[in-house]
């Protein structure tokens, strides 16, 4: 039963108190009104874990917070490829938040990972949409279990944090729809996240904040969005234009500002009071949705969520290379060294509003001393200095060489310094520091068995360096339990079933918008089109350090007996007539002597395309756990808005016919079993209109016949001999119809293509 009468606090409210509502009345908290019986709710930052600031916070929002459980990032969630570990990390972080009062989390980001130089990668999930939608939904699910909220964001195209607050995105409709918009959509539909929040950037030269296509039609219109959309802080550039375009909450604070302006615009007839009311209508649906947060603050289980953020990261590290079998260490292991600043001072999380004060920090040189005891020698050098400009880089070589002489096995901790990478500004290479390298290949020079482990929030160039190891593990930054996980799968506690959500170039040159990025002038060209990520590397059929989806394990995995069936609406066997699919199904079965989880990817590429269009594409996986010897059956259904692309002639999905090559296979480019699935019936015809060229009208089943008409009957006698040559055809069939008719002059007289138009209209 509601609580609040919307519709007669609307009456009761005044436009001043309307207008301080779409406002927030500090840095986390939305405004009160005392007198109706309104109350603040508090929201706060928290895609990886919750950072709560006591009091009203400071004034730019990155000071101290309550502790809390510091999760694994998205740039490590993602590579788990597991929707109920990621479901059950939203849950923790949603039990934390309503113990501590939290209404809303601010997040979970899954923008998509346009260039790994995006000083914000750490935050968001893959360069795919499939995989940042659905753990994205996951995330959504788990959080709000809890009962509370959460703010999907940024939306949209936020992919770059140079000039992050004017950049404009130009990025043709096709690239939005299929690549920038698909993951946001799924997570609206299939999991109703309370809040959407909108980013910073301007779209096509319109500032989201503002942008009524974006918050009205299509989010709230088309997409079935019936939450509440709020700003990034501070993302807000007119609050009159943005409360017109479908913000309903300027976060934070403006002190008076926008409500001011707000109140103007109504009193001058420039802004209809109705939108007001429907953005209060929204607020107030927020803090009646959270009310029964206050009432439910009883304290969380800091060691389950600890052992948990443990679980969690052992799932997402990845075994890039284990040359000779290296990993995991088991037996005899003598004396080890351990060779790293990072081993004994962890870099867990990324820089910026999601930086969390985690209530415990491993690390891995502890970590592994606790775990082997007083049987194994462990020495450790720390090798380098971490954003210590007056670090001693020789004399720290030469101990980490000194260590390493006569190990039995050297682990060597290498990452990326916090300087590297935050949320604010955007990286300029994907290198380790020179220093790092430089004490790796000393090690490797007096010792044969190097493992490396990195700490990093997004994707780093190993073409240079991974001669010097055995074995690298890719650890991203795991929380605050990460180093306990790395030290579970480097001794074969943890079997690694991570895999790449994002793929590792050989060289910054590769990377799709290399040359386009970061732009110029407050604005960036997104040239490369929906060839983002992996689609950009197959369709250039250039060579990666490791692709997307790559991911080493313990035991080995084979896939048998592929199926694939094209299936009508019905369910039965045939051609393409309604709600069709195709079915999936195939046996994956542990052959080797380790239990362990392999992640099944099912890409699709479509073999006729008369478009470009991406060589495989991501469209289901799923992570299985099987014994030694142990079989499974995974099925996939591919709907037909998978199987489409969009149109911008049309501002549709279409679905072509054709053959499609169905795939499955560990990783982008591992592929073990491929089948052709052929969709049958006529090609979909594009709208015609006053610009459509003479080819065009020939594809279209009825402008075809209105058209050949027209020339039979013409002024000047039958036309229609010119269209037999294939030769001529080539030559004019690009030209509009509009220009041909002017060329022929009275041969199909006055307004023609006018009529032409009418007739097929009609028909």
Not at 80 to 100: K, M, P
Not at 574 to 588: F, K, P, S, Y
Not at 608 to 624: C, I, Q, T
Request: with cysteine; proline share 5%.
């Amino acid at each position: 039963m509601s609580q609040f009468d919307i519709a007669a606090l609307l009456e009761e409210l005044t436009v001043e108190e309307k207008a301080s509502l779409v406002s927030g009345s500090g840095f986390w908290h939305t405004t009160a009104i005392e007198r109706t019986g309104i109350p603040s709710i508090m929201v706060s930052d928290g895609p990886h874990g919750l950072r709560k600031q006591p009091g009203d916070g400071d004034h730019v929002g990155l000071g101290q917070s309550v502790p809390a459980t510091c999760f694994p990032t998205a740039a490590a969630l993602g590579s788990s490829f597991d929707v109920d570990l990621v479901r059950r990390v939203g849950a923790a972080i949603g039990e934390e938040a309503r113990s501590q009062g939290v209404a809303v989390v601010l997040g979970p980001g899954i923008n998509i990972k346009r260039t790994p130089l995006c000083g914000r990668n750490f935050e968001y999930l893959s360069e795919d949409p499939l995989l940042s939608g659905v753990l994205g939904a996951a995330l959504v699910v788990g959080i709000q279990s809890q009962g509370v909220g959460t703010s999907l964001k940024h939306f949209a195209v936020n992919n770059q944090e140079t000039d992050r607050l004017r950049i404009s995105a130009q990025v043709d409709e096709r690239t939005l729809r299929e690549i920038y918009l698909a993951g946001f959509e799924r997570v609206v539909r299939e999991a109703a996240p309370w809040t959407v929040m909108c980013s910073y950037n301007r779209i096509n030269g319109v500032y989201a904040s503002q942008d009524h296509w974006l918050l009205t039609e299509l989010l709230r219109d088309e997409w079935g969005f019936d939450g509440l959309v709020v700003s990034d802080w501070g993302a807000v550039d007119d609050p009159v234009a943005a409360l017109a375009a479908g913000l309903d909450l300027e976060m934070p604070s403006s002190h008076g500002a926008g409500p001011a302006q707000i109140r103007a615009a109504i009193a001058a007839g420039e802004l209809d009071e109705a939108v007001l009311d429907l953005a209060v209508a929204r607020v107030i649906g927020l803090v009646e949705r959270a009310l029964p947060v206050g009432d439910q603050t009883e304290p969380f289980d800091e060691d389950a969520h600890h052992a948990l953020a443990r679980e969690v990261a052992g799932e997402c590290v990845v075994l890039l290379k284990n040359d000779r079998a290296i990993l995991p260490l088991t037996g005899g292991l003598g004396r080890i060294a351990v060779i790293g600043e990072f081993a004994r001072s962890p870099r867990f999380q990324g820089a910026g509003s999601s930086k969390v004060n985690p209530t415990r920090l491993s690390d891995a040189l502890g970590a592994l001393q606790r775990r082997l005891g007083s049987d194994v020698a462990v020495d450790f050098a720390p090798g380098f200095g971490v954003d210590d400009p007056e670090a001693d880089d020789d004399a720290l070589l030469a101990d980490a060489v000194r260590a390493a002489t006569g190990a039995d096995t050297v682990l060597v901790f290498l990452g990326l310094p916090a300087s590297y990478e935050s949320e604010g500004f955007d990286r300029t290479h994907i290198d380790l520091p020179a220093d790092q390298i430089r004490v790796l290949a000393a090690v490797r020079a007096v010792n044969e068995r190097v493992v490396v482990v990195l700490s990093n929030g997004s994707a780093v160039a190993t073409d240079e360096w991974e001669v010097h190891a055995d074995a690298i593990l890719e650890a991203w930054l795991g929380g605050q339990a990460g180093a306990e996980a790395v030290v579970d799968v480097l001794l074969g506690d943890v079997n690694p079933s991570g895999r790449l959500a994002e793929t590792i170039p050989v060289r910054l040159g590769d990377t799709p918008a290399f040359g386009n990025f970061p732009g110029r002038d407050s604005e960036v060209v997104y040239g490369e089109g929906v060839f983002v990520g992996y689609r950009h590397y197959d369709l250039v059929d250039r060579p990666v350090s490791f692709p997307f989806g790559h991911g080493l394990s313990y035991t080995t995995f084979d896939y048998s007996d592929l199926e694939v069936a094209v299936v009508d609406g019905t369910g039965r066997p045939g051609g393409w007539q309604g709600a069709e699919r195709i079915d999936v199904r195939l046996t994956v079965t542990n052959s080797g002597t380790r239990a362990g989880k392999e992640v099944v990817q099912l890409y699709v590429g479509a073999l006729d395309a008369p478009s470009p269009r991406p060589v495989r594409e991501l469209k289901g996986f799923e992570k299985v756990d099987l014994a030694p010897g142990e079989s499974t059956t995974v099925s996939f259904v591919v709907a037909d808005r998978d199987l489409s692309q969009w149109s911008i002639r049309s501002h549709g999905w279409v679905l072509e016919p054709g053959r499609f090559e169905v795939s499955v296979g560990a990783s982008s480019r591992d592929i073990r079993s491929s089948a052709t699935a052929t969709i049958e019936g006529p090609r979909p015809s594009m709208p015609l209109g006053r610009s459509s060229t003479l080819s065009e009208w020939l594809d279209h089943p009825v402008g075809q016949e209105v058209l050949f008409e027209a020339l039979r009957t013409s002024p000047s006698g039958d036309l229609t001999p010119m269209l037999a040559s294939e030769e001529t055809l080539s030559m004019i069939g690009s030209f509009p119809l509009t220009r041909l008719a002017v060329m022929l002059g009275d041969a199909m007289g006055p307004g023609a293509v006018d009529q032409l138009l009418a007739d097929v209209s009609a028909q």
